[in-house]
């Protein structure tokens, strides 16, 4: 069975391109201190590219997570001092 482009089962000759080999790359030349230096410039790059936040939202941000931590500290006192009572309760 052919089409407009050939034949569907076998690919085109001209469509297969022939893939060089790779000798050792970028990866292979640089030493370990040129492999270090490339990972600092790599992760100065990515830094970049962060959306910092603005005083007033890092403000925001900090206070809601405060304010979420000492609910949650309530709430695990309150539940460990029921648990308590309930076991001096039962075990008297």
Do not use: C, H, N
């Not at 790359?25 to 790059?45: D, N, S």
């Not at 959306?51 to 460990?80: A, K, N």
Request: hydrophobic residues 45%; glycine residues 10%; proline residues 4%.
């Amino acid at each position: 069975m052919t089409d407009a482009v050939g034949s569907i089962d076998m690919p085109d000759a001209q469509d297969e391109v022939p893939k060089k080999a790779r000798k050792g790359g970028k990866r292979g030349k640089k030493g370990p201190f040129g492999r270090l230096a490339q990972f600092y410039r790599q992760i100065v790059a990515e830094l970049r590219k962060v959306v910092w936040p603005t005083r007033s939202q890092l403000t925001t941000y900090t206070t809601v997570v405060i304010v979420f931590v000492v609910i949650m500290i309530g709430i695990v006192t309150v539940i460990d001092q029921g648990f308590a009572a309930a076991v001096k309760y039962v075990f008297g």
